[in-house]
Structure formats: C-alpha cells, structure tokens
C-alpha cells in the first residue's frame, strides 16, 4: 500500500499559516509515500492580469523566498517522502509573462519554475501545467482549469472533461462526483486550498481549506478528504488545532 497527500493553492505569500501547520502536524502522523504539490504553490501575483496593488509590485523574489523555506521545511520533516511538483495556472503566470513582455528572456534556464524554487534541490520532481500525474494507470491528479460555484460541480466537469477517475485543485473546495456506468465505476474528486480565505480581491469566497489523501493498493484506490473548519480538523478520531 502507498498513500499520496494532494495540497495544492497554497498561493505562497498568501498561505494560511495556520492551516498549513495543521496540514503538516497530520502528515507527520501517518505513513506518508508521496507529497504531491497539485498547483499554485506560489501566487505570482506581481505578473497577473488583475489589478495589483502597487505596494507589492516588487515583492516577487521575496514571494519566492517564502515558497522556498516551505519547501525546505518539508525537506526537513518528510525526508523519507517522495515528492511531485504540478504547475498551476498561477506558476503559469510566468511563461505567459515571458512571452508575452520578456521574450528575449525566456529562453533563460534560470528563469523557470524548477530554478527559481531549486526543486532539484529537494528531490522534487517537476511536471508542467496540465501534464498531470497518472498514478498506477487509474488515477489522474491535476491542477485543473475548472472552478464551479458549488461543491462537487467542478469534479463533476472534470470528469466529463477527462474521464476516468482523479483529483483537481482550483476551485479551493472540497467535493467529488461518482459516475457508474456499463463500463464501470468512476469517480472525480475536487480538492481543498491552503491559503487565506479572505484574500483582499474577493469578498467572502466558497472557499475551504483541507488536504486530501489517497491510499493506493495497486489499482484499487481509495481517497480521503479532510476539511479544515476554523482552525481544527479531524482524523482518525484525534482533533488537530
């Protein structure tokens, strides 16, 4: 047996200490295999298309700093685990802005997301945006590009969208969606964030923070979602705060 941890929108520098610290706190409490970053571990907020507030428009290599001392500390405290690195759509943010504003300088080696947070460093491996990681032929983790209003909705689309069975982030909100058919049974799950849940460009999002596991027996698979709920979660009976 194998167990996988999916995190992923932890939006470093907006990520909700103390929701990670609890992440962690379970993790080091079980038999963990992989550790899978599913996404916009970091926010790139300097070079997005929103409005930005100008006090942080030059805080990106500090921004990058903060995703690097989680990644260090996790070196530190899951040394036996393995871990996989996902782009989002917000580490996609770069590439977009370096063709986009900077092509001169986007065939620089330094400027790409496994430099810039130095995941060689870390025996991490790297998959870019969208390539996704399928995990004993049957089940696929994403980042995702689909994010629905109600829990649940965004898995139901992913799974029209792809099929199969699998785990997306995105939507920061946990759900999942079963589907039985003649050619068997399916299921698609949506996964938590990590980050605040009050950011200052949203007002009062559905959002939930969590982490999702995944046990695998072979091809046989079963996945846990465990929410965060003002500042505690639950698991195996004990209560994280």
């Not at 079963?222 to 979660?233: A, C, F, K, M, N």
Request: aromatic content about 14%; overall charge neutral; some cysteine.
């Amino acid at each position: 047996p194998k167990t996988f941890a999916i995190i992923n929108d932890t939006q470093h520098p907006y990520q909700d200490a103390v929701a990670m610290r609890l992440m962690e706190h379970l993790l080091q409490d079980i038999e963990l295999d992989y550790l899978i970053y599913a996404g916009d571990t970091n926010d790139f907020y300097q070079i997005s298309k929103f409005d930005k507030n100008p006090k942080r428009a030059d805080d990106l290599q500090k921004d990058v700093g903060t995703t690097r001392v989680m990644l260090e500390r996790h070196n530190n405290i899951f040394p036996n685990t393995k871990k996989k690195w996902l782009d989002g759509n917000h580490e996609n943010r770069l590439q977009k802005f370096l063709w986009t504003s900077a092509p001169a300088l986007a065939s620089l080696g330094c400027l790409t997301i496994p430099e810039l947070f130095h995941l060689d460093d870390y025996g991490i491996d790297y998959l870019p945006y969208e390539q996704g990681l399928m995990i004993n032929e049957v089940f696929l983790v994403l980042h995702g590009d689909i994010a629905s209003i109600h829990s649940g909705y965004t898995a139901k689309r992913m799974y029209e969208k792809h099929g199969g069975c699998g785990i997306c982030g995105h939507c920061h909100r946990g759900g999942v969606f079963y589907k039985r058919d003649r050619f068997g049974t399916w299921g698609w799950w949506e996964n938590f964030c990590l980050c605040h849940l009050n950011p200052d460009y949203v007002k009062n999002p559905n959002w939930v923070q969590g982490v999702s596991l995944v046990h695998f027996v072979g091809k046989r698979f079963w996945v846990e979602q465990i929410p965060i709920i003002d500042g505690s979660l639950m698991y195996g009976g004990r209560i994280y705060k």
